[in-house]
């Protein structure tokens, strides 16, 4: 009886040491919310208001696993996988260039210690990193159209690609990624790389951030895997190689008291975006859009904001996004997309909170992409209300 006491306290402590040295950890969003549009482009090009029920309003639903495992010496493994999904229809998210590969949000293996880590596979830069100083943060999708799905600070991927982060170095850390084009002989074709770092230290948080992508070969793989990157935005203008995005960002956030105080600017270049159908008003016609009336070969973008705490469950949202485009196109080379948000978030419990938002964007000589980019404007103007609920787990 003793011995097999002995036996079961030793098979005991085994189990638990390997299971101290290794873990795997399932984790989740599930984000939904009912949206009202105004002013949205109809099929038949005229205009009339829309009422949707939208997955991922803040933080697009997913399901992730990752893991650590203890190698010793202070080296060990990590991996990620997380794939998304549209909550309201059950189906998986392929909004990058209209695939449904399964772990499309990520899909990384790689080491980590004292050096930082270096990771392998589909993933974000540090962009994605830095997006908790901006409106990304507290409205989520809310402000893609006008601001974060030109700088990428919402976290576009980048396929085929090697990541090292830094170890915190007294609140400062810095990351750098090269993705690789993947092209035989052509090492330029499809190629993406970005750079940056981020301070955080008590109240204060800082960044600085680069990234840029060249037109892979048509038909092939490109690092750098987004709508307005893909071969089919460019198609006919360029050649493998040549240049399709740089990106520049630079921001601060600052805690003061109850109230989150943040500020940032990107400028983002598209040198092979081309003329489209848009004429000099900028009003989208019917049956004018193509995927070449995003045809701005600069976007300067700024953006302020606030998060206020008025109980520890109750927060207060306001930003402002103003976007100053510069177009390849005759009839109109200037024109500004502006966006005010108002909201609240009161959270129910860590996991659980319930939002409410309302949003006006406003063109002038630039195609309205609609708030959610779902629904595009037909005049310079569009309001959107969205009431929802998200949970994490």
Not at 6 to 25: P, W
Not at 130 to 143: A, H, K, L, M, R
Not at 152 to 165: A, C, D, F, K, Q
């Amino acid at each position: 009886m003793k011995k097999s006491l002995i036996a079961l306290a030793v098979l005991g402590a085994i189990a638990g040491a390997a299971q101290a040295q290794s873990s795997v950890t399932i984790y989740g969003i599930v984000d939904t919310g009912v949206v009202y549009t105004s002013k949205a482009l109809t099929s038949t090009g005229g205009t009339g208001s829309k009422f949707s029920v939208n997955s991922g309003v803040i933080q697009g639903s997913r399901l992730g696993f990752k893991g650590v495992e203890d190698l010793g010496g202070g080296l060990k493994a990590l991996f990620q996988l997380e794939a998304g999904f549209n909550n309201d229809t059950g189906a998986l998210n392929g909004q990058d260039k209209g695939t449904t590969n399964l772990f499309r949000r990520k899909s990384v293996v790689g080491l980590g210690g004292n050096f930082g880590s270096v990771l392998l596979g589909r993933q974000t830069d540090i962009l994605d990193d830095v997006s908790q100083w901006t409106s990304v943060q507290d409205f989520g999708g809310v402000t893609g159209s006008v601001g974060h799905n030109f700088n990428r600070l919402e976290g576009t991927r980048t396929n085929n690609s090697i990541r090292y982060n830094t170890p915190d170095l007294s609140g400062f850390t810095a990351s750098a990624i090269y993705g690789f084009g993947e092209a035989a002989g052509q090492t330029s074709n499809g190629q993406a790389f970005g750079l940056g770092g981020q301070y955080a230290n008590g109240p204060l948080g800082l960044f600085a951030a680069y990234y840029q992508s060249k037109l892979g070969t048509p038909g092939g793989t490109n690092a750098s895997d987004t709508s307005i990157l893909g071969n089919t935005s460019f198609a006919g203008h360029g050649n493998a190689g040549d240049t399709a995005l740089k990106t520049f960002s630079l921001g601060a956030s600052y805690q003061a008291g109850p109230a989150r105080l943040y500020g940032n600017w990107s400028r983002t270049k598209q040198p092979l975006a081309y003329t489209s159908t848009l004429g000099a008003t900028g009003v989208l016609q019917a049956g004018s859009f193509t995927v070449g009336s995003f045809n701005n070969t600069k976007a300067d973008i700024f953006e302020l904001g606030v998060n206020y705490a008025v109980t520890a469950p109750l927060h207060l949202l306001a930003s402002v996004q103003y976007n100053k485009l510069t177009f390849a196109d005759a009839g109109a080379d200037k024109g500004k997309l502006t966006q005010i948000n108002l909201g609240t978030d009161y959270f129910l419990s860590k996991r659980t909170d319930l939002y409410a938002f309302v949003s006006n964007l406003r063109a002038k000589d630039a195609v309205n992409p609609g708030v959610f980019g779902d629904s595009l404007g037909n005049t310079g103007n569009q309001t959107a209300v969205a009431v929802g609920i998200r949970h994490k787990f």
